[in-house]
């Protein structure tokens, strides 16, 4: 033991970035060889399957290190929100199904938007009410309002690899929307906490959030928006494909990565920003593109996102033995299982208190709609929500660390409770989470080998036959009939047949997009 | 002006990586789009696109910053060793086209090791002799040697982007064959040379280099075909694309980057690690992947690579105007420019050195083949290569700077000597390219748009229609019996057939690949 840890000593002063690099590509690998053997269990998930092998890896640095250091990388929040976050969002704008998303938004956004307001305000009243009485104070009113938002943005990624999208569309798509909403206002609101002053903590302060969050809301909308329309219009105009390919897929790259580096620079939300260009890219830039830049850019982007991910949850399972953190909080045993539970709980109930109300108002709204949103629906929606995952973990180090460092003891609680409660939230309600689906949603369907076979619902249809467009062209114009049907029924969905009509006349014109009949999904 | 500098510099010191990212990714947006809109035009190529935007840039940040400083990044040689060099050396090895590169395995091979091992023996002893005569000492033998490596790796693209691979197969194979057999060289050279005592120089020590050359490249390459090997093995045999094809892309690109980076660990050559493994990955793993999973890592090595290199062109003409450097190097107007001068004679003559001798050589040893290289294929080697490119700045950072900040006056003149040549090379010789290729290969065919319309020949098979295999077994059925009657008549490659034998019998059943047929490029 003592040569391989002199071993390990020599080579990383030789080399600072190349062992670290290395260790984690290394790891990275066995994670997806693990992960796709593990695709046909039942209990576990991608997400579980990377925090498992992260914790194993912890264990064996920290033995080689003689007990001392569990990681082989410094989280940096730098590194987490300037490179790992933007493909992960990006990809989801990239792949979201945007036929549904719409017909959904304004039930999205009340779950993604208001939901997260009332959860943060649960989180935030309640840790600052019941802390104190478990024996951990310490924390700022700013500390506080930033836990507030830490512990809202959720995780939805294991639930929605085991709904079933054909089944259950109206759920899948609600789940799927407001997890990517939800991170969105997190972050947002986590930054509008950081500028406000504490002092004058009242109606106009909260007033105040409220007005930073629209301003930054809308400005990085429009930031997004615009670079996308930018990129469909250059691929439009210029049409690349006519001498590489690899011009255009290296041009949507970089106007991605540019919108949501520009975003952060400008002091607004980059993952808003970067959401809306993927939408945005994928509804117009995508259809100026060749055939196989098309199914290059898919895949590539899905993959850039899946590594990302993989790449987080790891962190977070090595990170669960840093032995310095524990050392530094100097809570007892007793007090800090009360802070983790208390911090659960407020995460349930938060939940809770914005999932049932709002589906009984989206229910009452769009009274037209068949399938409305059942009990047994809310339960599952509620559920899905519960898990914590990448974007708590990079706040909670941007909030209580400075670069991945800590020396404040109170500091260094707030982020193991961090990762205590993403490691516990993966792993026990991750793990529950099919028997559940499977219980509310009993279908016989469901309990053949056909959902486990398609997981990755999201990135399903990058599966389709991408070039074969004469059958999908028949099928698409059924489409077509059937949902303008639809709309006829529903008059709250008038906003969205009207920006269809705006779409087919002015935008797809000028930046791009297939004949309307195919543009279902 | 005032205004614009403050704003500037209260930004940068809020977003320290932020800004120079933004900026960075901007320019390369607008560098993609300049050179598209220039690619019809007769004389200018993407590195000089990439060379001049930098250059207008670098003046533009100079008058902003008060002609301070003239770069946004800091060229740290550790960005370039771990993550701009290996997606462009494994891209080349990925899209080499594998029948013509090993059917002029040999004449290949002399030019790209035995060549360099000339040409820095005449760059070494000419500059040596010639720099004291110019006024310019202070150099160490252990400088020289460098030199002579930093002076030797050659960059090809510029003339490969003219030169017709269907009407010259045999130079278009040489050039890129030996352009990247040249790179990888030169920097193993480099590392050789660095380990040397150069106290005691004779011919031990040249022995000695000659023999860590020969371990280097020996291990370096079983590394590599080792890490493509069972890549192979590993998507062969679980068959990733069951589940989903992201899991397969991310295994093959992770995969890659741990060979280069663990050839690195092991101080051996990343670059030829990465480039066989590229080699390997495209003639075994690729064919284990699904069809849009083969499309997508065509092009995304592709992009990677084209990014890559376009960011190091950028880098420096943007480095041309960095006034520091200048300033540092003390020598006089004329002596600086008897330096370059006598480093571009050099040039000159050390490829001449090579390329007619081995070209002499090749064509007695391979007396059978129908077309010999004649003299004007021999002047197009020898210009081809007469371009310095991406790794000379590189190795000229790593011997003469300490992450980018030099102080020595001598080191600060080696590095803008190379980064004049650099410009020079790839701005007057470019230039000149063109001319001179239609000059000596006087061809009808060369005058049509045809040749300027397809200039990325070592990606045109990306795009074939790589999903229509019934139309192409004809074709390669056909190709692989013309190739099975020119090995007969061509004893010297009777190795290449036995390979062949070797390959279809053991290696493409346990590692996947096409039927035999199919395989011809």
Known sequence: MMEISEFAKNITQEHTQVVPISLFVAILCLCLIVGHLLEENRWVNESITAILIGCVSGIIILSITKWKSSHILRFDEELFFIYLLPPIIFNAGFQVKKKQFFHNFLTIMMFGVIGVFISVSIITVGSWWLFPKLGFMGLSIRDYLALGTIFSSTDTVCTLQILNQDETPLLYSLVFGEGVVNDATSVVLFNAVQKIDVRELNGK?????????????????????????????????????????????????????????????????????????????????????????????????????????????LYVGMDAFDIEKWRMSKLSFVTSLGVYSALILMILLGRAAFVFPLSLLSNYMNSHRSPSISFNHQVVIWWAGLMRGAVSIALAFKQFTYSGVTSDPDSATMITATIIIVLFTTLVFGFLTRPLVKYLLPHPQHATNNSCREPKSPNEDMNLPLLSFDESTATNLLRAKDSLSMLLDRPVYTIHSFWRRFDDTYMRPVFGGPDSNQSQC
């Open 205 to 313: 302060a909260a007033l105040r959030i409220f007005r930073d969050f629209l301003y930054l809301f809308s400005t990085s909308t429009i930031l997004g928006v615009t670079a996308g329309l930018l990129t469909a219009l250059v691929l439009k105009t210029l049409y690349f494909g006519k001498h590489s390919s690899v011009r255009e897929i290296a041009l949507m790259v970089l106007m991605a990565y540019l919108s949501y580096i520009l975003a952060e620079l400008l002091e607004l939300s980059g993952i808003l920003t970067v959401f809306f260009c993927g939408i945005f890219m994928s509804h117009y830039a995508w259809h100026n593109m060749t055939d196989s830049s098309r199914i290059t850019t898919r895949h590539t982007f899905a993959m850039m996102s899946f590594i990302a991910e993989t790449f987080i949850f």
